[in-house]
C-alpha cells in the first residue's frame, strides 16, 4: 500500500519562497505527482517526477529523491491566486494515492 | 475536445435511492478512476480500471459499485445511498502505465445524501 504525509496547512507572504514537503511510503513507485486545486473546483496538473532531481517549471518546481521516499514543490515568487490546496500523490503498479492535500495560505 | 465529462455536478439523494454518476473521456484513455473527496480526508480511490472489461476495488468501494463496458465510460452506481455518501466525486483518467502521466480530472460531482 501507500503512506504519503504532507502538512495541512501552510501561509506564506506574497512574493515569497514556500517549500511544501511531501514524504511517502510505498509497496511500489512509477512516479510523484504535485497537483493544485482551489476551492470547490478540480485538480489541475502542476508536476510529474520520476526520476531524481529538480524539475523546474516557470514559478514551480518540483524535486524527488526515490531513495528518501521524499519529494517538495517549492514555489516562488508568490502570488495571492497561489492560494489553494497542494496535493502530492504517488502513482503504484496501476492506482494512483493522494495525500490529505497541503492547503496554502498566501498574505499580503 | 471535451476531455473528461462527469456528470451530473449536483444531486441531491434521500437515504435509500440510487444513481449513476456517469464519467465520459475522449481521450483514449486506459486508466479511468473514480475519487471522492471530503474535508481532512484528501482524495480517496474508490474503483479503478485499467481498460475496457477490466476493474478493480480501491480503498473505500463499499457501497459502490463501477462497470467499465467500453474505452470511453465509467459510470459510478450509488445502490443505496446513505448519508456517509455525501461528499464530492472527481473521475479521473491517464493514458496507462509508462505512457504519459499527467492525470486529468472532470470537474466533480457534489452530492449530497438526506
Known amino acids: 500500500g501507500q503512506n504519503i504525509d504532507q502538512p495541512t496547512e501552510m501561509t506564506a507572504t506574497e512574493g515569497a519562497i514556500v517549500q511544501i514537503n511531501c514524504t511517502y511510503q510505498?509497496?511500489?513507485?512509477?512516479?510523484l505527482f504535485w497537483y493544485q486545486q482551489h476551492a470547490g473546483e478540480a485538480p489541475t496538473f502542476l508536476s510529474y517526477?520520476?526520476?531524481?532531481g529538480l524539475e523546474e517549471k516557470g514559478r514551480f518546481s518540483s524535486f524527488l529523491s526515490r531513495s528518501k521516499g521524499y519529494s517538495y514543490l517549492l514555489l516562488k515568487e508568490l502570488q495571492m491566486k497561489d492560494s489553494a490546496s497542494y496535493l502530492c500523490a504517488v502513482a503504484g503498479y496501476q492506482k494512483v494515492t493522494f495525500g490529505i492535500g497541503t492547503k496554502l495560505q498566501v498574505i499580503p | 475536445n471535451a476531455g473528461v465529462t462527469q456528470t451530473p455536478k449536483f444531486q441531491v439523494l434521500k437515504t435509500g435511492q440510487s444513481m449513476t454518476l456517469q464519467c465520459a473521456q475522449d481521450m483514449n484513455h486506459e486508466y479511468m478512476s473514480w475519487y471522492r473527496q471530503d474535508p481532512g480526508m484528501g482524495l480517496r480511490l474508490i474503483h479503478y480500471s485499467v481498460g475496457a472489461g477490466i476493474t478493480d476495488q480501491g480503498e473505500v468501494p463499499n457501497g459502490y459499485n463501477v462497470s467499465r463496458s467500453t474505452t470511453e465510460d465509467f459510470p459510478l452506481r450509488l445502490l443505496s445511498a446513505a448519508p456517509s455518501q455525501t461528499s464530492v466525486y472527481f473521475c479521473?483518467?491517464?493514458?496507462?502505465?509508462?505512457?504519459?502521466?499527467?492525470?486529468?480530472f472532470g470537474e466533480g460531482s457534489w452530492l449530497t445524501v438526506v
Open positions: 517526477n520520476v526520476l531524481d
Open positions: 510505498t509497496s511500489g513507485f512509477n512516479g
Open positions: 479521473a483518467t491517464r493514458p496507462g502505465q509508462g505512457v504519459g502521466n499527467t492525470i486529468y
